[in-house]
């Protein structure tokens, strides 16, 4: 019975290594292998890795062929702390660490280069060693930053234990950045980008969010970068502001950081790839009503306003400009009639009921604050009726806005009848 055992056993490690070495084929021919057949490499390497657990030694390994097994390749001696690596290589991990400090990352015996994802790690410490060398590549020449600064935006975007490790010290973050604190006419657009990249995707850890936040060099960076750089590098700076300000304590970080009209300017340019990430993060910091006034006194009404007429974004945008009508100052700047049957357009020819809700409320804040402008709703009113239609048809909160801003046209010119409207 258990040789029948050891037989099944033996046959599925040899389909196992059959599997394993054509997805390591797949991985040495392209560079530009995927993250899943990274994945599979590590599923079948965990699966082997556990048939050589449970597999006695067999009785032809006698001792001297044991030791023979635990030398290094490297130093023709016994290995004090082992490494397996993905090409059926051992190495002791004091001499891998000198190689990963040299920067010599290739396997020696057939000079071809590990891919560190596929390597089964026997410590985090082997992941801090290899972190700790690309960090200090980041204070060499700048084709050493390039590289670091490429393999720390790809281990950083399909590994999460590389996003928690670069927020492990204080002293990570600042190091990696440390090749943005040149001037811009300085500094590679491509290094830049992958820098700024790899905070974003180590903004995307829950975790780190707030250390990320009050690390005094992050976010006037990411400022800086917003406004100068390839547009990837901007739209992912923006980005990272987004997901930084899902902390409520983070969007008062942020908005006293100077990033208000980096931001508006990013938007008013309007490129596409960057305009939904821009969009989302004004929204996310004008949850906060000091950041607001500091939206509005920087001029966003007026971009905003701009894009809505472009129909650019037009429900996103409709949901910032609904916040900022809430300060006085934006209602202002909202009080002209072009704007106002703007807004009554949107109400009538809009298939998005959110967008329809979002004009009336800016509306309703509008009136409420210069009754004046009720006479161009009115007027608006007794020839198209799209408050009423509205107050009709429209969700609870937009029809209760509605009924509101007719009841005040009533009260402000009690000759026209609300019975006429309906």
């Known amino acids: 019975m258990d040789r029948k055992k050891e037989s099944v056993k033996t046959r599925e490690e040899i389909e196992l290594k059959k599997e394993l ?33 449970k597999k006695p030694v067999g009785p032809a ?27 059926s290589q051992t190495y002791d991990r004091p001499q ?9 990352l290739t396997c020696p015996p057939s000079i071809q280069e590990v891919n ?11 992941d801090r060693s290899y972190l700790n060398s690309l960090l200090e590549m980041m204070s060499s020449l700048v084709s050493d930053q390039k590289q670091a600064a490429k393999e720390l935006r790809r281990l950083t975007k399909t590994t999460k234990s590389y996003k928690a490790a670069l927020c492990e010290s204080t002293n990570n973050i600042p190091r990696l950045l440390s090749p943005l604190s040149k001037t811009k006419f300085e500094l590679d657009p491509d290094l830049q980008e992958d820098l700024i990249t790899t905070i974003f995707n180590i903004s995307l850890h829950a975790n780190n969010k707030k250390q990320l936040s009050e690390n005094p060099v992050v976010i006037p960076l990411l400022t800086e970068s917003m406004k100068f750089g390839t547009i990837k590098t901007r739209r992912n700076a923006a980005a990272t502001l987004l997901r930084l300000s899902a902390l409520d304590s983070n969007k008062f970080i942020i908005g006293n950081s100077g990033v208000v009209a980096p931001l508006l300017e990013l938007l008013h340019e309007g490129h ?27 001029g966003a009404v007026e ?27 934006a209602i202002d700047e909202l009080g002209d009639s072009i704007t106002l049957q703007c807004l009554l357009r ?13 004009c009336v409320a800016i509306l309703y804040n ?39 801003i007719i009841a005040k046209i009533h009260k402000a010119f009690p000759a026209i009848s609300i019975r006429k409207f309906f």
């Open 21 to 53: 070495g054509k997805v390591v084929k797949k991985i040495l021919k392209d560079e530009d292998y995927g993250f899943e057949i990274t994945i599979e490499a590590i599923r079948i390497l965990s699966c082997l890795a556990e048939i050589k657990m």
């Open 346 to 358: 949107i109400i009538r020819d809009s298939s998005c009921e959110c967008s329809k809700e979002n």
């Open 61 to 87: 390994m006698d001792d001297t062929s044991v030791v023979e097994k635990l030398k290094s390749p490297l130093l023709d001696e016994i290995m004090s702390d082992i490494v397996v690596l993905v090409p």
């Open 272 to 298: 596409p790839s960057a305009m939904n990430d821009v969009a989302l993060a004004i929204f996310s910091l004008c949850k906060v009503s000091e950041n607001r006034t500091k939206f509005v006194e920087t």
């Open 96 to 104: 891998r660490k000198k190689q990963s400090k040299e920067h010599n």
């Open 366 to 404: 509008v009136c409420s604050k210069d009754l004046t402008l009720l006479m161009v709703i009115r007027a608006e009113e007794i020839k198209k009726h799209t408050l009423v239609k509205l107050a009709d048809t429209g969700t609870t909160r937009a029809r209760r806005k509605a009924i509101s």
């Open 303 to 329: 971009v905003i306003m701009q894009k809505i007429k472009e129909g650019v974004l037009v429900d996103e945008l409709l949901v910032i400009l609904a916040l900022l009508s809430t300060n006085r100052e």
């Open 116 to 126: 560190r994802d596929i390597v089964l790690k026997t410590s985090t410490e082997a």
